[in-house]
């Protein structure tokens, strides 16, 4: 009975201690305090957040020590936590403020402090929730925006469900080096209502979070905020590629051949996806070259065509916007000759006739002509001769008559 009783307590006690955590280690007396005044704070960057806190009390024990902070942050609905290990006593990260933003810190002391393993506080936690104003219809909806040629950034929007004549909505953006958010200025409009953004020049705004708020206004009621965030290498529509060319190589291969698309977008950040089109038959592939060699699969193919689109590649950007196709250049195969030689040839032929017609007759209208005037020529002859003999006569017959 005794030994029962035992046993019981013993399983009590480690269940007590699987649910409370009992720790056995030789350095339970070493305790560390939590960061004071935990804060996340909204600078007006449109979703750039910053989190900030202050060193623990009674940190004197650990002057030799470096003492470094575990941060966790999150979006509320997330299921991951982003982790940071810093000796700071700030940082800063973009967030969806769609959404609201949880964060928590702890105080972390390593082992060479300790003689023993870590040692950590218990977390100080905050949180961020962007005060919500207006019913979720009033938001903009179907927000697109593309980079153009990596050149110009457009969005575009549509108003919110049931929206009145006198709303209007404004678009800001912020991104890292600018002072503050900026107003568009370039709108795009739609009876009178803002529907979109134009932003030409955007000075050193790749490879970071770009932000944008698009609010509105109403006499009537408050219009709900939306918030995207977004880099802007990865949402690049290039144009298409120009100057195609296509060179049956021999009756096995086909050789396809384009340019670059002009702008500011390196040659090495391109892949090219190609249709390439035989008779009936198409077949696509992708290329980061500016060419390629396609075999034909059929030898008698009457009709080769191909066209081209582009799209950022994966050793410049995350992600991309295929552009337009490019014209469809056509190679024409023995049909072409065919029909050109079935059209061509009468023409060539009565062209060729006409021509020889009008020498010939050319050359007889010449002959005639010689004939004429040597006919001509006797006869004046004939007739100068016999007005001499009638002369001669006539003198003769005077002579006669003298005598
Ligand atoms: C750790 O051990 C060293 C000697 O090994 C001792 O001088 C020091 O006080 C100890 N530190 C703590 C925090 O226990
Ligand atoms: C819209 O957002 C900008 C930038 O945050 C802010 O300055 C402005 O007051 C807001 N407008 C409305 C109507 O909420
Ligand atoms: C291509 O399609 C046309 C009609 O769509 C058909 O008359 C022709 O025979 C087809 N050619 C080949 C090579 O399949
Ligand atoms: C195409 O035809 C030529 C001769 O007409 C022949 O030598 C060649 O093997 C053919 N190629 C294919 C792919 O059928």
């Not at 940082?91 to 964060?103: H, I, S, T």
């Not at 979109?196 to 944008?212: A, H, N, Q, T, V």
């Amino acid at each position: 009975m005794a030994f029962v009783c035992l046993d019981v307590r013993s399983t009590c006690i480690f269940f007590i201690c699987i649910i409370f955590g009992c720790t056995l280690s030789s350095n339970t007396e070493i305790k560390v305090n939590p960061p004071q005044n935990f804060e996340i704070v909204d600078p007006g960057y449109l979703g750039y957040l910053h989190m900030q806190w202050q060193p623990p009390l009674a940190l004197d024990n650990y002057e030799e020590c470096t003492v470094e902070y575990v941060l966790k942050y999150r979006s509320v609905d997330s299921q991951r936590w982003n982790t940071i290990i810093t000796k700071n006593l700030h940082y800063k990260d973009g967030f969806d403020l769609n959404k609201g933003v949880e964060a928590k810190v702890h105080t972390l002391l390593s082992s060479q402090c300790t003689n023993g393993s870590e040692v950590q506080s218990s977390w100080s936690e905050a949180t961020y929730w962007k005060p919500e104003q207006g019913s979720v219809e009033s938001k903009i909806q179907d927000m697109n925006c593309v980079y153009h040629n990596w050149q110009y950034l457009v969005c575009s929007w549509k108003p919110g469900i049931g929206e009145h004549i006198e709303t209007n909505y404004n678009l800001f953006f912020w991104y890292e080096g600018l002072d503050h958010a900026l107003q568009c200025v370039d709108y795009i409009k739609a009876h009178g209502k803002n529907t979109g953004c134009r932003m030409p020049y955007l000075e050193s705004s790749d490879y970071k979070d770009f932000f944008i708020c698009v609010n509105g206004s109403s006499k009537s009621k408050p219009i709900r905020s939306s918030y995207f965030i977004f880099q802007l290498q990865n949402i690049v529509k290039p144009l298409p590629p120009n100057t195609l060319s296509l060179a049956v190589k021999n009756s096995f291969e086909v050789n396809l051949k384009w340019n670059t698309p002009e702008g500011p977008i390196p040659a090495r950040c391109f892949i090219y996806e190609i249709m390439f089109t035989e008779d009936n038959s198409s077949c696509m592939t992708t290329t980061v070259e500016n060419e390629i060699n396609i075999p034909q699969t059929s030898n008698g193919s009457q009709q080769l065509c191909f066209s081209v689109r582009s799209k950022v590649n994966i050793y410049c950007s995350d992600d991309g916007i295929w552009s337009e196709w490019s014209n469809e250049q056509c190679w024409k195969g023995d049909r072409w000759k065919k029909t050109l030689i079935f059209f061509v040839m009468p023409f060539v032929f009565v062209f060729v006739f006409v021509i020889v017609m009008m020498c010939l007759l050319f050359y007889k209208q010449k002959a005639l002509l010689k004939m004429e005037l040597l006919s001509k020529n006797f006869w004046n002859y004939c007739r100068k001769s016999r007005r001499y003999n009638h002369n001669y006569s006539n003198k003769a017959n005077l002579r006669i008559k003298w005598y």
